[in-house]
């Protein structure tokens, strides 16, 4: 049976995209790790692995159903996680809009059984992996980002390292979701 790796994400625009790496070429540098090219930046929401080709429609559904605003998001903060050794900027205050949506993806998802990624939603965004030595990093940004959408992703390995692919938009907003745009998955 044919598999995808899916999550679900906020994906920033390419202004907001162009600002996380000038506000953080200097640290990224300075880890000596390797640095996540600027395109594949995007903060996850939801990690579900391996779904089937079979189930993308119902992972579509489910997605095209949740009701939630806008997510304002403030990144102004390093972080450092030891293993998997990556290097990320985050929001230190709570982002309500974003992690209510994560939480009802995750509950959703799982009431139709599929299995995602237990782990807490922390707003990241991962700037460098396979970080040797984070040290002191200094001040992030900081840098606003308003995400009026969120995408279901698939992730696959090339010959660069991971390269995303959105499948499906869809819009936030006080009227609910809309796919913006669907590719052929």
Known sequence: MATSRLFFALCPTAAVRDAIYKASRDAVSAVDGKPVPAA???MTLVFLGAVSTDSLGLVKSIAA???SGRCRIELDRYGHW???RVLWCGASRVLPAAAMLAANLRERLAGAGFRPDPHPFVPHVTLARKVHR?????AFGPVRWEADSFALMSSSTGAHGSEYTPIATYALGASGNSIMGNKGH
Do not use: A, K, T
């Open 82 to 84: 030891e293993q998997p």
């Open 134 to 138: 984070p040290g002191e990093l200094g």
């Open 40 to 42: 594949n930046f995007h």
């Open 65 to 67: 159903s949740m009701q």
